[in-house]
């Protein structure tokens, strides 16, 4: 086993965007690495992300909170922009979200598109005002599924090919 190449592609499964799913391309393709040997080490990089971003993210209101007591306008209206618009669709948006979010948040994040996948279901479920405990295990369970379907889509390949 590859050191550098395990390294690089638990680094690549936590890019934003990139993920687990490309980490898995970018390993058997370009490092030479096993499919499952890439999907495991992906998939391993994708519940740390997880945990690590859900955890996280709401940190922001904290930080937001620390704006709207500064003395600079600027952070200031940066406050009240949350205030106004992200309070509001936290509020409109909770009915949803109790009873669509927890599987609506999976399903965004295991689809294998550039704008879906952890990063971008975390900031969606934060700024929707999901509870941390569901939010971590959506973000789990939907980049395991990304990963899945990337893992079949690259055994259904290698099985037409050979």
Not at 33 to 46: P, R
Request: positive net charge.
């Amino acid at each position: 086993m590859d050191v550098n190449a395990v390294i690089l592609t638990l680094l690549l499964s936590m890019l934003p965007t990139f993920e687990g799913r490309y980490a898995i391309l970018v390993s058997i393709t370009v490092l030479g690495m096993g499919v499952l040997q890439a999907f495991l080490i992906a998939s391993t990089a994708i519940v740390l992300l997880s945990l690590i971003l859900g955890y996280f993210i709401y940190y922001i209101d904290y930080i937001i909170n620390w704006f709207r007591s500064s003395n600079n306008r600027l952070l200031k209206k940066i406050g009240a922009f949350y205030d106004k618009y992200i309070v509001n669709t936290r509020k409109r948006a909770k009915p949803y979200i109790d009873r669509y979010g927890v599987p609506g948040l999976i399903l965004f994040v295991a689809i294998p598109f550039p704008a879906t996948g952890v990063w971008t279901g975390a900031l969606a479920g934060y700024l929707l005002g999901m509870d941390r405990r569901k939010l971590i295990p959506c973000l789990i369970v939907g980049g395991l599924l990304s990963n899945t379907i990337i893992l079949l889509s690259v055994l259904a390949t290698y099985h037409v090919i050979s």
